[in-house]
T-cell receptor, first 114, second 117 residues
Framework: AQSVTQLDSQVPVFEEAPVELRCNYS??????LFWYVQYPNQGLQLLLKYLSGSTLVKGINGFEAEFNKSQTSFHLRKPSVHISDTAEYFCAVSRTGGSYIPTFGRGTSLIVHP | NAGVTQTPKFRVLKTGQSMTLLCAQDMNHEYMYWYRQDPGMGLRLIHYSVGEGTTAKGEVPDGYNVSRLKKQNFLLGLESAAPSQTSVYFCASSPGGFGYREVGELFFGEGSRLTVL
């Protein structure tokens, strides 16, 4: 079985500052990794995903994440945040074989202050 | 494009009442899921389905039942609601299977907020 740990439940940051949201996973087999974003009162939508290839993955809205197999991490970064980035962010992992059922982390609330 | 549609969006129940949440997707996806979201707990998988006529238990299945009689619909039932089932419920779907570019990517509905008094 796989598991996901999002190390910060809440990350406050000022507008235009850089941000990193941390995600670590545990799995005995190869995995796919995902970041989802949930804006207030909405469902989740995919930000980016790592399936294979380059370990640096670029997503929507200027976000990127780097897969680090040795540290079993998939941290999400943005060099300059906007007020509109205020949302809940979820890291998820699924096995590369089988049924691909993903496991989600508990989420990190990004709060961008003016 | 409708994507994943959940009905109803809001519901208040009394303890012991029953209800059904309906999820419909128009993307011809094989896999469908029901999650519940509670503060500080993230998303927890209740039940899922890997194809029409199939269902399987997730992480927190107790107190819920599901059915997938048609590929596009996935129903979540509460036979006897309890206050502990107060939550926001999300349905999702995904293409599933080997070889899809969207492997593992879930498409979510907007959620159904359920309150059990």
């Amino acid at each position: 079985a796989q598991s996901v740990t999002q190390l910060d439940s809440q990350v406050p940051v000022f507008e235009e500052a850089p941000v990193e949201l941390r995600c670590n996973y545990s799995s005995s087999v190869s995995v796919y990794l995902f970041w989802y974003v949930q804006y207030p009162n909405q469902g989740l939508q995919l930000l980016l995903k790592y399936l294979s290839g380059s370990t640096l993955v670029k997503g929507i809205n200027g976000f990127e994440a780097e897969f680090n197999k040795s540290q079993t991490s998939f941290h999400l970064r943005k060099p300059s945040v906007h007020i509109s980035d205020t949302a809940e962010y979820f890291c998820a992992v699924s096995r590369t074989g089988g049924s691909y059922i993903p496991t989600f982390g508990r989420g990190t609330s990004l709060i961008v202050h003016p | 494009n409708a994507g994943v549609t959940q009905t109803p969006k809001f519901r208040v129940l009394k303890t012991g009442q029953s209800m059904t949440l309906l999820c419909a997707q128009d993307m011809n996806h094989e896999y469908m899921y029901w999650y519940r979201q509670d503060p500080g707990m993230g998303l927890r998988l209740i039940h899922y389905s890997v194809g029409e006529g199939t269902t399987a238990k997730g992480e927190v299945p107790d107190g819920y039942n599901v059915s997938r009689l048609k590929k596009q619909n996935f129903l979540l039932g509460l036979e006897s609601a309890a206050p502990s089932q107060t939550s926001v419920y999300f349905c999702a779907s995904s293409p599933g299977g080997f070889g899809y570019r969207e492997v593992g990517e879930l498409f979510f509905g907007e959620g159904s907020r359920l309150t059990v008094l």
